[in-house]
């Protein structure tokens, strides 16, 4: 009883056929803020569950959602995926998997007190907002300075998963302190190996600025800027190549883009001779979330293989987190594994399909063709001919 609290303040729910939930009392929107509705509660609709809002196909009604809810409120339920073949269940916002750990239940309770932390540790704003640099560099400090610089730690507490830790040496976590101090090629810049003395990236970055002086605080954006080029390097090193499927398949490679407009997702077929066979791309109803605009990206794709009768599919996605989903037996409660379990279905009535994942460079004919969707207001398909935004692309 003693950790209800947490429990209360951290868990959402997960609609499935919305039968079990409530609209209003629980959180239950899929987007990574877990803030309830905006609607006040309408007190006819006290007791009404979230099913009553689906139209008789399982879908959102646009016609109710208009009715009843305000406007900022009906994109983020639009964008929320459900399943009338599933029913509801309680979810962990802030794990992968939708499941709460310790871990997880210590992390929402020092969250707040680690921004006002972050907040009272740093006293040097008028130096930062001084120093002779571009408005560029001045940002950048001060995006450190806050903790908000989009390092994988942080990019993990805001439930975006890019997987592994840091891209120049390997190390198990990039943090900003491992990332501008740490790094074996930090701290070639810097000329020594123990850059903090002790203190946290923070309160470094504070002494430097209050007590050294810009010149010295410069030298954190430069070895950013130099990780970024060994990065580039390494990253061009183990360029990866799109391959042919085996005589008999079909190789589709499928990648979602999210933009401050939506998500827009391509996907391109083709045959174990590497000819173009067909394509697709289309938008994503207001989906802002990268990780499942790619889950649904991949759901996209497998409806379509079905639909054109397609099968031996080898499914190709830079997703790994998605990929070792569809592939894990681990109980899965958030959204993306309600959207998996649905790829599962649709992969099963095709027969022999086969996710699998890949880098960015061997999936970047799909990548380009998702980032091009960007004024659609539907999808389009080709056959045969491929559309002219990736036809160079295909020729490697």
């Not at 609209?23 to 006290?46: E, Y």
Request: aromatic share 8%.
């Amino acid at each position: 009883m003693a950790g209800r609290a947490v429990l209360e303040q951290g868990l959402a729910r997960r609609i499935g056929d919305g039968t079990e939930t409530r609209i209003w009392g629980w959180n239950w929107l899929a987007d990574a803020s877990n803030k309830p509705l905006i609607t006040p509660c309408v007190d006819a609709l006290r007791h009404a569950t979230v099913s009553g809002l689906l139209d008789e196909h399982g879908r959102w009604d646009g016609d109710i959602l208009r009715d009843i809810f305000h406007t900022d409120d009906i994109p983020r339920i639009l964008a929320t995926p459900v399943s009338t073949h599933t029913k509801d269940c309680w979810r962990w916002p802030g794990d992968l998997r939708g499941k709460y750990t310790v871990q997880n239940g210590y992390r929402l309770i020092v969250r707040e007190r680690m921004h006002s932390t972050v907040a009272a540790a740093f006293h040097a704003w008028k130096t930062l907002w001084a120093a002779p640099t571009p408005p560029k560099v001045r940002n950048f400090l001060w995006r450190c300075a806050r903790d908000v610089l989009l390092v994988r730690d942080n990019l993990r507490l805001k439930r975006v998963w890019i997987g592994g830790g840091c891209p120049i040496c390997g190390f198990a976590t990039e943090s900003m302190a491992h990332l501008f101090c740490e790094c074996d090629f930090a701290k070639q810049l810097w000329g020594t190996n123990d850059v903090l003395h002790g203190r946290g990236f923070i309160s470094f970055m504070d002494h430097i600025l209050g007590s050294q002086g810009a010149d010295d605080a410069l030298r954190v954006t430069w070895s950013a800027a130099y990780c970024q080029a060994r990065s580039v390097v390494e990253r061009a090193r183990t360029r990866e190549h799109w391959t042919s499927p085996p005589a008999g398949s079909l190789k589709c490679n499928v990648d979602a883009s999210v933009a401050e407009g939506g998500a827009s997702f391509g996907l391109v077929v083709r045959d174990h001779l590497g000819c173009f066979v067909a394509a697709k791309r289309g938008v994503l109803t207001d989906e802002h979330d990268p990780y499942v605009a790619e889950a649904l990206a991949a759901k996209e794709a497998l409806t379509w293989l079905k639909e054109q009768r397609l099968n031996n599919i080898i499914l190709e996605s830079d997703c790994l987190n998605f990929c070792n989903a569809f592939n894990s037996q681990s109980v899965d409660f958030s959204y993306v594994g309600l959207i998996v379990k649905q790829c599962r279905v649709i992969a099963s009535d095709i027969g022999n399909v086969c996710i699998a994942h890949v880098r960015r460079s061997a999936n970047r004919v799909a990548h380009e063709l998702a980032r091009a969707t960007g004024s659609l207001a539907g999808s389009e398909v080709w056959f045969k001919i491929p559309p002219s935004c990736i036809s160079d692309l295909l020729r490697f």
